[in-house]
């Protein structure tokens, strides 16, 4: 299932990059939908990660997203990773599909790395 949500890029965060090959890069977007702004933290993956550097602090956004939960180590993590990233006006910033990615199930995860 995809979300969707509405706001203002505040942070974004340098690109990660681990020794299984794996990246990703985090953006914070603040949403003002409710009583109180939020601050809320995205993910880009993989070929993903491109969508972040189109983005710059201060632009009105609308990102879709998946949340996704893992348990590591017996303790459970969320994370909102984005798929689509859309500027204020409407237009869309070259964001691939407009579907959500399938999971998948061959990609190799190092055991000694946190799975966010």
């Given at each position: 299932?995809?979300?969707?949500?509405?706001g203002?890029?505040?942070?974004?965060?340098e690109e990660q990059?681990?020794?299984?090959?794996?990246n990703?890069?985090a953006?914070?977007v603040?949403?003002?939908a409710?009583?109180?702004?939020?601050?809320i933290?995205?993910?880009?993956?993989?070929?993903?990660?491109?969508?972040?550097g189109?983005?710059?602090?201060g632009?009105?956004?609308?990102?879709?997203f998946?949340?996704?939960g893992?348990?590591?180590?017996?303790?459970?993590f969320?994370?909102l990773?984005?798929?689509?990233i859309?500027?204020?006006n409407?237009s869309?910033a070259?964001?691939?599909?407009d579907?959500?990615?399938l999971?998948?199930?061959?990609?190799?995860?190092?055991?000694d790395?946190?799975?966010?």
């Open positions: 299932m995809s979300y969707e949500l509405k203002t890029v505040k942070e974004i965060f990059t681990f020794n299984s090959g794996f990703k890069r953006f914070v603040t949403s003002e409710d009583k109180y702004p939020q601050d933290q995205f993910e880009c993956l993989k070929e993903r990660v491109e969508l972040v189109k983005l710059s602090k632009d009105k956004v609308t990102v879709s998946d949340v996704n893992r348990e590591w180590n017996g303790k459970y969320v994370n990773v984005a798929w689509k859309e500027a204020g409407g869309s070259p964001a691939g599909d579907e959500p990615p999971p998948d199930p061959d990609e190799d995860f190092d055991a790395e946190p799975p966010f």
